[in-house]
Every structure is written in structure tokens, then in C-alpha cells.
Nanobody
Framework: QVQLVESGGGLVQAGDSLRLSCAAS????????VGWFRQAPGKERDFVAA????????YYGDSVKGRFTVSRDNAKNTVYVQMNSLKPEDTATYYC????????????????????WGQGTQVSVSS
């Protein structure tokens, strides 16, 4: 499994931007699907975004489409999610996850697809 470390969380105001980073150690992200999920207190874990290794496609949860962008920097072995126009409802702990690339993209939004998870980074958005 790949070891993952998220960073970049913090406390911001509504309308601000943040960029979260997910760094891999032990292995590279080459050949891996990478996903971002979030969980607010008392709520289920939700899909945020994913980057498919096989197809190169990127996917987003409905609540973040048009505001969040997932990207890879292979040279830095890091995956990012740029979060713009943040809203109070974006407040959550954000997790990155990785899985050996699947033959299709059907499960990229499902948390069970990913065996490796980071420890999470907190994002708090005030109104």
C-alpha cells in the first residue's frame, strides 16, 4: 500500500480558496487512481473528486462541480484539489485515498475502491 499524507487545510471565510495536497511516500502515484473524500461531524463520508490513472479523466461530486479541481504533479508525486468559492457546507475533514488503477472508472467515487487512506486534513469555512 502507498502511504498518504494530506496537508493544506485551515480556517477560511466563505468565498475563499484553499489547495489541499496529498503526498505519497513509499511509492509513486504512477498507476494509481486517487480520490478525495470528506466527512463532516455526524455525517457520512462523501465523495469529492477523483483522478483516474487509466483514462486520465477527473470526476467530481455534485456539490463541488465547478468549484473544485483535482490535479496531479507527477514530478512532485503529489495530487492536489484546488477548492474555490468555498462555502460553510464545505466544512469537513478531507481525506485522500489511492488504489491501483482499475480497468474502468465505474468505482472511482466509491470509498471501497481505495485501500490506502491518509489521516485527513481539516477544512473549516466560516460564513
Amino acid at each position: 500500500q502507498v502511504q498518504l499524507v494530506e496537508s493544506g487545510g485551515g480556517l477560511v471565510q466563505a468565498g475563499d480558496s484553499l489547495r489541499l495536497s496529498c503526498a505519497a511516500s513509499g511509492r509513486t502515484f504512477t498507476g494509481y487512481d486517487v480520490g478525495w473524500f470528506r466527512q463532516a461531524p455526524g455525517k457520512e463520508r462523501d465523495f469529492v473528486a477523483a483522478s483516474s490513472w487509466t483514462s486520465g479523466n477527473r470526476y467530481y461530486g455534485d456539490s463541488v462541480k465547478g468549484r473544485f479541481t483535482v490535479s496531479r504533479d507527477n514530478a512532485k508525486n503529489t495530487v492536489y484539489v484546488q477548492m474555490n468559492s468555498l462555502k460553510p457546507e464545505d466544512t469537513a475533514t478531507y481525506y485522500c485515498a489511492a488504489a491501483p488503477a482499475a480497468i474502468n472508472d465505474l468505482d472511482l467515487s466509491r470509498d471501497y475502491h481505495y485501500p490506502s487512506w491518509g489521516q485527513g486534513t481539516q477544512v473549516s469555512v466560516s460564513s
